[in-house]
Each structure stands twice: as C-alpha cells, then as structure tokens.
C-alpha cells in the first residue's frame, strides 16, 4: 500500500489521561519493539505531561517519536498548570495534538487559541497536529461541511502557505471518538477530500504534501479500511493505542 501513497502515513496513539511513569514507559517500549522493522510509517505516541521525559529516554534509539497532548502558547509566564512549547522540546517532543475535540468541549478551546498553539510550536519546530471535527447534533443537521470548514479557518488563521504545508491535522468527528462508532472509510474520506481542496485553496500544491489523520474508534480491524482511502493519510489513536498488541495492529496495517 504504502509505495502507491502520495504521502507518509502517520499513526499516532493519543494516551489522554492514562497511565504513570512505570506504566507509560513499559508501554513505550513494547510499542518500539512493534514499529520496529516497520518501513514507511512514522510512528508517534502522546503520554502526559509527566510522563514526557521517562518517555523521551525509553525511545532513544528507537524509531518512535514523541508527542505532547496540549500546550500554552506563550513562551512562560504567570499561567499556572500550563506547559509552554520550549518547555516540550527540551523533553524532546517532535509533535503536539492541539484542539482535541475533549480540551475543546471541557476547557473551552476554540479555533483562535488552537491558531495562537500552532504558532508558538511551529516557531519551537515542534510539529503540530491540529484536530477538527462535527458533532452528532451538527452532523445529523447536515452541518458537517460548514463546521470543519469554519475550524479550518480558524486555526489556520493567517499561516502562509509555507507553514500550512508542514502541519498535521486530525479529522476526528466527536461522535466517534471513544464511542466504538466509526465514521466509514467512504464518510471518512469525503470530509478528508474536502479538507484537502480548502488546503489546495489557501496554500496550492502545498496541500499535497499535508497528512491529514482520521480518528475515532480507530481499532485493529478497521484501520486497513480507512488507510486505503486516498485522502486519509494515517490514524490518531485513542483507546487502541492503550494496548501494545492492538497499537501494533494498527501500525502493520498502515505498513
Ligand atoms: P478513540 O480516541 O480512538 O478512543 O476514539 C481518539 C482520540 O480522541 O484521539
């Protein structure tokens, strides 16, 4: 699959407010073993904060990358309980989920600070990956479109083309995360394509080159389905990504 592919595919495990230092880095480790030997693919995984650096060491030598889960988009200051983004390079974060559909609905994230996130990791080269996605209520009303078009716009804000193309971003409809619904390749890959020809509106070519993640309920048997999509250019794993066998699954069907 993957040499007929335009672009590399990623698969990143988001482990949300799971697991302590000992346990983030048995699973680390277990996760490197399973991606080693596994060719174009770029594996990442996302441990909480206090997990980072334990995490960072446990992967060195290996090929798996390391994400954070969120960050502040100031350098430092009087902002208590946040993490800024050179605070997540000096524990070697390569990447950085901002605008998960969870910090949206109980931390009142919106699409301007997700915009003010991507620039203070984009000037730290810390790679962001920014979510988007429609509710049950906003889907069924035929809105899907019209939101993750609004989103778009919002957090891409006033990037040039030259700092759109290195972004990452995760379709992630929010009916579908963490409830064992997915969303079908084909539903899948209609908003991915939609997304693709925003980005080719505001960036040209550049579009090409962005990955664009689907998530929600990805799992072991689904993932090859959605993978085979044109436009859906790897996995944001919440739940899966928790079990070292189903991660490992999921990274061999992007293989
Ligand atoms: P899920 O979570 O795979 O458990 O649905 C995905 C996510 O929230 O990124």
Redesign the pocket.
Known sequence: MSSARARRVMIAG?W?MHHDVPASVRLASMIAVAADGVHDVDVAIAPTFTALFSVYNALIGTSVMLAAQDVHWLEQGAVTGEVSAPMLKSVGCSYCIVG???RRQFFGETDEMVFKKIVALKSHGITPIACLGETLEEREAGQTFEVVARQLDGLLGDLGPADIATLIL?Y?PVW????GKTASPADAQQVHAFLRDRLRARAGDAAERIRILY????KPENAAGLLAQPDIDGA?????SLDAGHFARIIQAAG
């Open positions: 988001n949300k998960h559909s969870e995760a992630e579908a995360i963490g409830t998530g929600g309920s990805v944001l794993v919440g739940g899966a």
